[in-house]
């Protein structure tokens, strides 16, 4: 098993050891996994030309690390816990070796309907065991997976499969969330109008919503899987052989699919778990994300099953029924690992005390923190409330790009203190560095965060456009890779991230481009120009603040405006509506014609009496006229 760190000295030895040597730190690591051919070269990699390689010329599987190599052991144990929406359904356990043979069962049902080591597959499932089993049946097979979370559109679905080719679309006929029934496979049908490149469909059934099923296109789930038998051993990959895309936002364009490769992202996502949870056998690890992100990939499906641990999975929301819903599934699981978001907890809290106070939150050992800042207030509130002082909380920041955990404190051996993400995990050399480019040394001190050496987890490329990747990651800064965040160090050497330094939102977690946003609403007619930007939010972190230019024809702004969200829903989903649209004249340009957003931030922010110099604008005054408008 992955050797675990079990006190502060020794992740200070480690940590420097994994400095020093990082090849011989990493072999140490990936020997504890299970190899068909052992690797020839530990590392290779050039940050001028955005390419990494670890445990070169190894091959393997990664649900062979998953699930077979288990069975053995623990065949018996639960792998994956599944807690319904609806709290008085019966929960699903499948065991080690009930999930291995569903993988494999379903491996073989993408075989039969021509899947091979390679394609591209589309995943738009909601939380049901189904999701994990498509995941781990790609990765059986060698398919590439492209999980698309459940609340983006048809658009953006179609423009996801046109961008990596998928040949296939694993989908549900709908989804349960909260009291709402949500169709998931209309919306696939929608999306492959545009999607030529699309043989099948295979539809998993949960709702029984009444859906369309194309002849000679579209399949069950339940009727397949009885055709086929459940012996599928696993596709031989190479390390470096791609092993999931999954897009993300941006501050330009469209979102890129950051591709993710088989030997590196399992010993990363595996050796960030064991030790950043301190996983101990038996307990159970209920982490709250959806698998469409990249929270739900590394640790509730890959990082929690190569480790051998149980993994919960909640289909539902932490509202349904009540808001005492998380602290309920704790309790009936006894859940010793809760890892959530900072707006589920912002907003449990602002329900009050009574949904926490009457549970029996005794089994839970530690907590943990991912997405976004968390708030003082909020780390207080989780520490008190939830941990009741007594469970360590580990405040984890990474990346869809590095793949797993870089920045958290160790549960219960790194000293914590709220809102500070802490120390770097072994093998992760973070940096600040200024404007220009320049390290800034020593404490005390922000700057922007860059990571300055490769670990096993470090994105490979953005699909279909690698020169992208070398843009947005390694352009920035020469030799660093340029994570997008400012992040202060203080005294003590501790990290705190203070947010994205470029033009990505993160709304309730989630991360939205504000080009992606403004694409939208210009999308609808009548609007000719817009300008977004984040603002806080008490709950979701940031809101989204939408400055909107239209022609007369919109002369009912009410009804326009619900036209706009409209718009913005059908692009790319519920989660990019802005929370709030201003419709102004003009926006503040600077000479050349770019958007000042530094003033529309300010604006949205309420800080109107500090906008700072706007010598610079072709036409300063409708900085006053947006001021007077603000909302
Ligand atoms: C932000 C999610 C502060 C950050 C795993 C990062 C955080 C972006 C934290 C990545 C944290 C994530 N503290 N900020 N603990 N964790 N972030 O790709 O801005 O969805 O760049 O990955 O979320 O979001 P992503």
């Known amino acids: 098993m992955i050797p675990q760190i079990s006190s502060f000295q020794q992740y200070q030895e480690v940590y420097n050891h994994s400095v020093n040597d990082p090849e011989g730190f990493w072999a140490e690591v990936a020997q504890n996994f299970q190899w068909r051919k052992p690797w020839k070269k530990t590392l290779e990699w050039d940050f001028a030309t955005a390419n990494t390689k670890w445990f070169v010329g190894g091959k393997m599987n990664i649900t062979e690390n998953a699930l077979d190599r288990h069975l053995a052991t623990r065949g018996d144990q639960a792998a994956i816990i599944w807690e319904s929406n609806d709290p008085e359904e019966e929960s699903i356990t499948l065991t080690y070796k009930m999930l291995h043979q569903k993988v494999c069962q379903f491996a073989n049902v993408l075989k039969k309907h021509g899947a091979k080591k390679g394609d591209r597959i589309c995943i738009y499932m909601p939380m049901i065991p189904e999701l994990a089993i498509a995941v781990l049946a790609c990765a059986r097979i060698g398919a590439i997976h492209s999980v698309v979370f459940g609340g983006f559109s048809a658009q953006s679905i179609a423009d996801r499969i046109n961008d990596a080719q998928c040949n296939i679309v694993i989908t549900s006929d709908g989804s349960f969330r909260g009291n709402k029934e949500i169709g998931l496979k209309n919306t696939v049908d929608d999306a492959l109008i545009q999607c030529p490149s699309v043989k099948k469909v295979i539809v ?19 009727n397949e899987v009885k055709t086929v038998s459940s012996d599928c051993p696993a596709e031989e990959m190479d390390s470096e052989d791609m092993l999931f895309i999954l897009y993300t936002s941006g501050s330009t364009g469209k979102p890129k699919g950051v591709v993710h490769t088989c030997g590196g992202y399992m010993v990363y996502a595996t050796y960030t778990f064991a030790n950043v949870f301190q996983y ?65 907890i912002r907003s449990l809290m602002s329900f009050g005390n009574q949904f926490v106070d009457n549970k029996d939150l005794s089994s839970l050992k530690t907590l943990g923190s991912v997405g976004e800042p968390i708030n003082e207030e909020a780390w207080n509130w989780y520490n008190e409330n939830i941990g009741k002082g007594k469970c360590p909380i580990v405040d984890t920041w990474w990346q869809t790009e590095t793949g797993g955990i870089m920045i958290s404190p160790i549960a219960g051996i790194t000293k914590t203190k709220p809102a500070y993400a802490t120390l770097p995990l072994p093998g992760v050399q973070p940096i600040l560095v200024d404007e220009n480019g320049n390290e800034i040394l020593g404490n005390g001190v922000s700057g922007n965060l860059c990571i300055k050496f490769p670990w096993p987890g470090i994105i490979r490329t953005t699909y279909g456009d690698h020169e992208r990747c070398i843009q947005t990651y390694f352009s920035t800064y020469k030799n660093l890779y340029f994570t997008g965040d400012g992040c202060l160090r203080d005294e003590d050497g501790y990290y705190r991230i203070t947010g994205r330094v470029d033009d990505v939102m993160n709304v309730s977690g989630h991360r939205i481009g504000t080009a ?78 770019k958007i000042m957003r530094r003033i529309l931030r300010k604006i949205a922010e309420g800080e109107t009496a500090n906008i700072g110099d706007t010598s610079t604008l072709l036409d300063p005054s409708v900085v006053e006229e947006i001021i007077g408008g603000a909302l």
């Not at 029984?208 to 069950?220: A, C, I």
């Not at 300008?531 to 326009?560: M, N």
Request: glycine share 8%.
């Open 516 to 593: 992606e946003v403004e694409n939208a609403i210009n999308m609808h007619l009548g609007v000719i120009e817009s300008a977004v930007v984040g603002y806080p939010h008490d709950i979701k972190g940031q809101g989204i603040y939408a400055y909107v230019i239209c022609d007369k024809d919109l002369e009912d702004k009410d009804l326009a405006r619900k036209d706009i969200l409209a718009t913005v829903t059908r692009a790319i989903g519920p989660i990019a509506k802005p929370d709030k649209i201003q419709f102004v004249s003009g926006l503040p340009k600077t000479r050349s014609g």
């Open 280 to 344: 101990q056998p038996e307990q159970v690890h209920f982490c709250t994300a959806d698998i469409g992100w990249i929270t739900g990939h590394s640790y509730i499906v890959y990082g929690p099953l190569c480790h051998g641990a149980t993994s919960l999975m909640f289909e539902g929301i932490p509202t349904y029924p009540d808001a005492g819903r998380f602290w309920d599934v704790i309790d009936k699981h006894k859940v010793n690992i809760l890892y959530t978001a900072p707006t589920a």
């Open 204 to 222: 998993s059934t949960r709702t029984r919503t009444p859906v369309s099923m194309l002849k000679g296109r579209d399949v069950w789930w339940e």
